[in-house]
């Protein structure tokens, strides 16, 4: 179809959704690919160092599920306790045995990172347990291998790169959308990718996740990352889920993709900074977040007797 | 503008948790501060201004800036140990939190550091995502991202040294990124800080020291 047409589609710069679809569907190209051709003309690396750090990458995210399902994961301020393991071992599974694992494991990579071990900020820490979670997960069901794994971080790189262009992802500009409502759909675009769904799906896949997580805002309590951001890696992890399995099955998110996008970029402005990482408002500002902030924060703070 | 970011921002940073501000950018502070004084101290005083005064426990940055300033990188293990191992080495630390500069960044720090006879000053900023901004070294304003090749020269207050040094660097192929420049006073000490994107060649960073107007050169390269 590509070699019938005289104008090729622009190679994207991922600004937007719709060139890199317009891309892939006059290219015929898999869809990761202009990701890593971008980072090679951009950034200058090499093709063996992109698929390299793409595989460092991925053994850090295997490795953080491994950790935290092991490990002992009780945090300074004792808010984070285990979660992962317990929920591995339970015995009474609410809805299948596989998806109790996938709550396990994202619960277990995002401890780690409260716990201060070693983890891939994907896209930032306080969302790092939603990708290997949902990945380590897809790979024992479907038995996908590491390069096509890595194919589909390439594929969430290129996702981040246009939330980060059109609306934000990070806490403190965007709300907890911006974090873990990108790092779900990054999952659920790059699961949709390894099932063999065309651009469509994989856009809609994003689209569908994006709907699910507008708006949530970001409460640490203490201003710690902890509660409720380990929590919101497993619910994150398990709408990247129902959202790929929606797109999978032809449903449609009826807002076009880069739309929905505009639309977090907006409720992220919109959004008071006391729901934006300042640990004033919601959870952090409860009668019992307050608590345990006055705990765990260092209250014997010197003041400068007059700013400079 | 901004430069867009790397698919490596999106897919990484590789890091020691909780908080790539908290964490990854403290230590890279720590790094420059070990950097500039040319090995780990042996007394340090840290202070922890404004956000960085309450949560450095909670968010470990105690433990970042010691793994610092030991030349740790940002995605070591030992990071979440760094204040027993700064301990088993020997070195006196200090955190001292200020809560109410109000005229700096909510994430800053000071570092006061020491080994014998030889002290150095770093002020930092963690801007988010591992990023720092190195605002102050020994007093003067510098303003550099310790993501690139850096260098520093303290030298005389002299007339055409700016345009001597960067025509140095020219023909050693270096491209000059960012470039900043304060003194004490008139005719004092000056102190030059250049980003480059390639570093400096051993033999002219040698050949800058040896100039009788400059009295010191430090160089380093990412300090991830």
Redesign the interface.
Known sequence: MSSLSNTAAPAPN?TDFATWQAYIQSSNEPLYLP?LH??MN??G?SETD?WA??Q??WV?MKDAVLTGLSEDMT???GMVNNSGKKVMNSRLHVLAPEFTQLVARALAAKE???????????????A?GI?PGTLVTMQELHGVTDRQIAEG??V???I??VI??NAS??G?VGGCQAETGSAAA?ASGAMVYLLGGDVTQVFNAVAITIQCMLGLVCDPV?????VPCIVRNASAAAIAYSSAQMAIAQVTAVIPVDECVAAMGEIGQAMESRYKETALGGLAATPTGKAIAKR?????????AE?? | MAERSSIFDMIGPIMIGPSSSHTGGVVRIGRVAHHILGQSPDKVEITFYNSFATTYEGHGSDRAIMAGLMDYRTDDLRIREALTLATDLGIDYKFKPIGNASTMHPNTILVECSHVDRSITVLGESLGGGVVNIKEVNGFTANFSAGLNTLIITADDVKGSIAFISSVLSHDDCNIATMSCSRKGRNDIACLTIEMDTPLRPLTNQYLKSLSWVHDVISFSDLR
């Open positions: 991922f990701v971008w980072e951009q950034k690396a992109i750090g793409i460092e990458a850090v945090s300074r301020s780690v990172n409260a716990c201060m071990g070693r983890i891939v900020a994907a896209p930032t820490a306080g790092s990708l971080l390439l969430a790189a290129g981040a790169l980060q262009y992802l990070a403190a990054m203490a201003g710690l990352v902890e765990v924060l260092i209250s014997d703070i010197n003041l400068m700013a400079e």
